[in-house]
């Protein structure tokens, strides 16, 4: 596996930044209660860089979907692995994830938080592949907007591994 490079380190940690200054800005009014909600594995790097950018009062807890197993394609079944125990109904909750691409994660997340009626909901995603899109999900707040490829780093895996490597590449295959 051969890797291209797209986002640095310090691109990463800039972008990241810029994103919790612009979520604080939007949630800081009394008013508002701001829950992040957000999808294991792949976010936990994500996340664990943004709150610490947030600077309003915010609760953090974690969903785990999983529907890419070992491959490159969704198998469009997205698994809730384990769901939320808290009630939101008093909470404006932001979905928090590493990627948005065909987006069925987003939606089947989106859908089931939804349904417990919280004050207000949005959406988060690092990186967002528009052009991979099989249903209508829209990212209210993203980083990068990428082509159609392949990526991991940053919270991202290859293969289960690859998660921990600091910059986000392009995964070309011998
Ligand atoms: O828009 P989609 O096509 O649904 O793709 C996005 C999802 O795919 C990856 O998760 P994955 O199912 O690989 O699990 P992981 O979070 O454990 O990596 C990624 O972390 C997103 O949650
Ligand atoms: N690792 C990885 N997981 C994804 N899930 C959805 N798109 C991607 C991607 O480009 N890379």
Same mark, same amino acid.
């Given at each position: 596996?051969?890797?291209?490079?797209?986002?640095? @380190? $310090?691109?990463?940690?800039?972008?990241?930044?810029?994103? &919790? =200054? *612009? %979520?604080?800005?939007?949630?800081?009014?009394?008013?508002?209660?701001?829950?992040?909600?957000?999808?294991?594995?792949?976010?936990?790097?994500?996340?664990?860089?943004?709150?610490?950018?947030?600077?309003?009062?915010?609760?953090?807890?974690?969903?785990?979907?999983?529907?890419?197993?070992?491959? @490159? $394609?969704?198998?469009?079944?997205?698994?809730?692995?384990? &769901? =939320? *125990? %808290?009630?939101?109904?008093?909470?404006?909750?932001?979905?928090?994830?590493?990627?948005?691409?065909?987006?069925?994660?987003?939606?089947?997340?989106?859908?089931?938080?939804?349904?417990?009626?919280?004050?207000?909901?949005?959406?988060?995603?690092?990186?967002?592949?528009?052009?991979?899109?099989?249903?209508?999900?829209?990212?209210?707040?993203?980083?990068?907007?990428?082509?159609?490829?392949?990526?991991?780093?940053?919270?991202?895996?290859?293969?289960?591994?690859?998660?921990?490597?600091?910059?986000?590449?392009?995964?070309?295959?011998?």
């Amino acid at each position: 596996m051969k890797k291209n490079i797209l986002y640095s @380190k $310090e691109k990463i940690e800039e972008k990241v930044k810029e994103l &919790g =200054l *612009t %979520i604080s800005s939007d949630y800081q009014n009394e008013d508002k209660n701001l829950l992040i909600i957000s999808l294991l594995r792949g976010s936990f790097i994500f996340t664990a860089d943004l709150v610490r950018h947030i600077t309003v009062p915010v609760r953090i807890e974690f969903m785990e979907t999983s529907s890419y197993g070992f491959g @490159k $394609e969704s198998t469009g079944k997205v698994e809730i692995v384990s &769901g =939320l *125990t %808290i009630d939101i109904s008093d909470y404006d909750v932001l979905i928090v994830d590493d990627i948005l691409d065909s987006g069925h994660t987003m939606k089947t997340v989106y859908d089931f938080l939804k349904k417990r009626n919280p004050k207000s909901m949005k959406t988060c995603t690092f990186l967002d592949k528009p052009s991979r899109r099989q249903v209508d999900m829209n990212v209210d707040y993203t980083g990068f907007v990428i082509e159609d490829k392949f990526i991991a780093g940053y919270g991202l895996n290859y293969g289960h591994h690859y998660r921990n490597t600091p910059y986000i590449f392009e995964v070309i295959e011998n």
